[in-house]
Structure formats: C-alpha cells, structure tokens
C-alpha cells in the first residue's frame, strides 16, 4: 500500500524543523561557552588593575596575557564553529525543502497565480538569509545574559542590581517596540508585495500597455498604492528609529550608572578599582543582545511566518500525487464521468463527461466558447484536478502520476504557448540534456527544422528576456515540436493552429498523421477548420455537456445548418 502523499509532507516539515531545533541547540550550547569566554577581557582588565598594577610583576602579567590569548583563540574557533552550524543548518534544509517548495509553488501558480509562487520562493530564501544571518544568535546571546549577570553580583551586590534593572528596561522598551511597530509593519509589507504582484503582472503586457496609451493611468494607480504604502512605512520607521533612540540612550545612561556606583564602592573601599572597569564592560555587554532585542525579536517573527507559508504550501498546495516513476504504457484514454467545478464555485465548469479513445485516434473538440475546451484540456494533462470522476490513460490516473514519468507519456500545446529562457534546443527537449538527435526528430515531424536552421544561432539561439523574439507562429511551432519531443502517447493540442498560415497548418496535419500512425492518441481544439479534416473521431461540447460525439463524417451530418457552435466543423467536413 503506498504511503499518503499527505503524510509525506508532514513528514518532511518535521523532519526540516528537527534539524533546525537540534542545529539551534547545538549553537546554543557553543554560546554558552562563548558567552563565558568573553568574560576574558574584563576579568584580564580586573587582573592588571588589581594584581599587576600593585605588584609591579611582569612575571603575573606574562601569564595572563597567554591565559588570555589561549581564551580568546578559543573563542575564536568556537565562533567559527557556531557560524559554521549555522551554514550547515540552512544548507540542509533549503536542499531538503528547495525541490517539494518548486513543485508544490507550481501547482500553486496553476490556481492561485504566479505571485503566490513567487512568494513562496523568496519565503525559502528569507529562511535562509536568515539562518546564516546574525539576527539568529539574539535570543542565544540573551538566554546566556545571567552569566554576565551572576559575575556582576560576585563582583558586588549593586553592581548585580544595577545590571539587573537596566536589562528589564531595556527588555520592556523592546517589547514596547514591537507592540507599536508589529501591526503596521505587518500591513506595511503586505501593501508592497500586493504592489509588487501587480507591477509585474502589468509589466509582461508592456506592449498593451505602450501602445494603447495605457501608462499614465496605470502610474497613477501605483503611485497611489506606493504612497500608501510609504505612509505605512513612515508610521513604523518613526515609531521604531523613536525607540531604538530611546533605548540606546538608556544603555549609555545605565553604563554611566555603574561607573558611578562603582567609583562610589571604589571611595568607600568596598571594592577594587579594577572591578570598576571590569564591571562596565560586563554591563556593556549584558545590554547588548537586550539592545539588539527589538530588530532581532522582528526578524524571527517575519522568519517564523516565513516559515509557516512555506509548511502551508507543501501541506495543501502540493498536489497529492504519486512519488514513483509508472513505466511507459501504450493504452486507452478513458474520461469517466468527469466533473469540474472551480474552486469556491458551486456551479460546475464541466458536467459528466464520459468518453474513451483508443492508441492513434485523433479528436476534435469544438464548441463555442466557455463551453470548458480549454478547462477539458487541462484536466486531460493532469494539471487540474477533477472535482469527480477521473482521466486514465491505461487504467492510470493522469492527475496523481507521477510527473516526471507522466511527461515522458504527455505532451501539451497550450493556446498560449510559453517558451521558457533558454535556447531553442533547451525548450525543445522539455529542458533535459537530451540527445541532440531526438531534438531534431521532434524539429523534423514538426517540420520546424530548416526555420529554426535560419535563426541566428540555429538551435542554440536563446529565447527569453532581452533576446531574440519570435513571431507568433513560430512560437506556435516550436511548442509544437516540444509537445511531441520524445513521441509521447497522449498529445492535447489548444488551439495549434491559432497562429499559423496555411503552410504552418499542412506541417501540423502531417505532423498529427505521423502522431497516429506511431499509436499516438491526439486530442485537437480548435475553432478553424481546416484541422479538424485531421480528426477521426468529433466531440461537440455546450454548456460543459457532450452533445455530439463520434466519427467526424457521422457527426458533422447530424448537426443543424443553424448551430453557430459547430459551423466551422461543417466548413471542414
């Protein structure tokens, strides 16, 4: 019986925060240690003030400056070795989590858009930037505070007391820091990435955006949203730079407080005057982490929130698919009574649809439009999740095969066709070190190979931002090429032929005659007719139902003269 995909998850959260908690004691065990050792030069100082300086013995001064060096070199390693820790700690869990993050932002791109995604990514990021960061060492530096604490009191009650009050103000002031800054940070960085969402969205239509004079309107609403947003920023960084000024000025006041009361023990001769200066520098660096306590405390509540998107999106936005590769079968597509509803929606897109295609047939949809083509097409792929019923291909579930076996079976054409960066050759072969020779079959059947030949670079000419463009139709083609790459055994093709002139359409029929006579079955919508010549097999969708289906010729002679839907079918018969 095969584990859920579920607990598989759960499994791999735990496993990630295990590692970080014992990762994070292990450091906080090295801090103790180094925390004690920084006690080296306030204790070295004590020792000359009170033993060298009255003794006048270089003899005692020679020791301490090897004890001490011996410490501080200790010291030394043990820092390195704690940032190490901390190296390791996010090495270990950005490969643990880098891969389910991608796969399961993916599938979230696919039903929540790209800017969740995206986000997800930077929250893995963050969590890193954050483990080999500073910030993450605050808590520690604090949890070993009473150290400094306790030398303080064996040096003098008062100074103990002293150190004691100070550090609660200066706790209480941070935690006062956060409680006026947490809130409007939070609406603060929820407003910039709401800003950054839609700037990028807007961005990919540039050229909309340039040519319909669109610009001014759309720098308006964002520079309303950036205001808004700066005004959010402005509350927080004044109440914050308020406090931290505050806070800072109480830590010199309380230093200066203790060398007061110091030099009035020093007067009285109830202590000595190295502990004086010893004292000081302990008190400095008591208040240090509590200082620090107000940016570190935001940190690791941003890295816990962090943390919790990412849980969230492998938890329930990873598709709960197989883990194991099914070998590469040649049978049946069977759609048995498949229904899809979107998500929040009551009102399903498709409505029991049920039909089956045996190895080399080729089936035309048609339909008019939102009649669920495009939602059918993605359902057949396994990218959509049906609300019930299901797709088999062999008896297998297309939605939980395993994806990478699945697209050796699978190949799409979307209607809109997306090249990714890379070169030609990348995108062809799916973006695998694929052997050159299955690029060029793929290139041939498509019959793309002496336009890509012409490019500047032929093959290995780069697509993507700032590099060369392709026209429509020889987008259309490459993707085409993609989608055949490998001779898989379903192929969906949305609308193929959108962009494509009358020599595109004849390399695309030959291309769907190759694909059935090698036992492919083809799966074509469309909405001009000439392809639809290429079906064996026609399905006509309306309102989400089946209301035709079978061999082409047999269908188009029972539909009506009058059914706009299917007018283009009969042009095609």
Not at 62 to 79: K, R, S, W
Not at 159 to 175: C, E, F, P, Q, R
Not at 306 to 318: E, F, S, Y
Not at 449 to 465: A, Q, S, V
Request: glycine share 8%; with cysteine; charged share 20%.
């Amino acid at each position: 019986m095969k584990r859920p995909v579920g607990s598989e998850a759960a499994d791999l959260i735990q496993q990630g925060r295990k590692a970080f908690v014992s990762g994070l004691a292990y450091a906080a065990a090295l801090s103790a240690v180094i925390n004690m050792l920084q006690l080296t030069v306030p204790l070295f100082m004590l020792q000359v003030h009170d033993r060298v300086v009255n003794s006048q013995s270089t003899d005692t001064l020679i020791m301490l400056i090897v004890v001490a060096a011996i410490a501080l070199a200790i010291y030394c390693i043990l820092d390195y070795v704690r940032a190490l820790t901390y190296q390791v700690m996010a090495s270990k869990l950005v490969r643990r989590l880098n891969l389910p993050v991608l796969q399961a932002a993916v599938s979230a791109s696919v039903t929540h858009g790209v800017a969740q995604s995206g986000q997800a990514i930077r929250d893995l990021n963050d969590i890193r930037t954050f483990i080999v960061g500073n910030t993450i060492s605050v808590p520690l530096e604090a949890l070993w505070a009473p150290i400094f604490l306790g030398v303080l009191f064996a040096l003098h009650w008062l100074y103990g007391l002293v150190a004691l009050v100070s550090a609660t103000i200066i706790l209480m002031l941070s935690l006062l820091s956060d409680f006026l800054t947490r809130r409007a940070m939070k609406r603060a960085n929820e407003a910039a990435l709401q800003n950054v969402g839609e700037i990028s969205g807007s961005l990919r239509h540039a050229e909309a955006i340039e040519a319909m004079g669109m610009l001014p309107a759309l720098a308006g609403r964002w520079r309303r949203a950036q205001l808004h947003t700066q005004d959010l920023l402005d509350v927080t960084t004044r109440r914050s730079r308020a406090l931290s000024s505050l806070t800072r000025t109480c830590r010199y006041m309380m230093q200066i407080a203790v060398l007061s009361v110091g030099a009035i023990l020093v007067i009285r001769q109830e202590v000595s005057p190295g502990s004086m200066v010893a004292s000081s520098i302990i008190m400095g660096r008591l208040l240090l982490p509590f200082d620090s306590m107000v940016d570190g405390w935001r940190q690791w509540v941003l890295a816990i929130a962090a943390w919790k998107n990412v849980c969230d999106l492998i938890g329930n936005q990873a598709p709960k698919r197989e883990t194991k590769p099914t070998p590469r079968t040649m049978g049946d597509l069977t759609v048995d009574r498949l229904v899809y509803a979107p998500p929040g929606s009551d009102v399903p897109v498709l409505k029991g649809l049920s039909f089956s295609l045996s190895p080399g047939e080729v089936l035309g949809i048609v339909g008019p439009s939102a009649a669920g083509k495009s939602t059918l097409a993605r359902l057949l792929i396994g990218v959509t999740k049906p609300t019930t019923g299901g797709v088999y291909l062999d008896g297998n579930n297309v939605y939980l095969w395993e994806r990478g076996s699945f697209g050796d079976m699978v190949g799409y054409l979307p209607q809109n066709v997306s090249l990714l960066d890379g070169t030609i050759r990348d995108n062809i072969a799916r973006m695998r070190d694929a052997d050159p020779r299955l690029v060029l079959e793929a290139a041939r059947l498509a019959d793309v190979h002496e336009m890509i030949g012409r490019l500047p670079l032929g093959y290995d000419t780069r697509l993507g931002d700032g590099t060369y463009a392709l026209s429509g139709g020889q987008r259309q083609r490459i993707g085409l090429a993609r989608a055949i790459y490998g001779r898989p055994r379903l192929v969906v093709l949305d609308e193929p032929n959108a962009n494509l002139d009358t020599d595109g359409e004849r390399a695309l029929i030959r291309a769907i005659e190759a694909l059935r006579a090698d036992g492919t079955i083809v799966i074509l919508i469309a909405h001009r007719p000439s392809i639809m010549q290429a079906a064996d097999k026609l399905m006509v969708l309306q309102e989400g139902r089946i209301s035709q289906f079978g061999p082409r010729t047999a269908v188009v002679s029972t539909i009506s003269p009058g059914e706009k839907a299917i007018a283009a079918v009969r042009g095609s018969a």
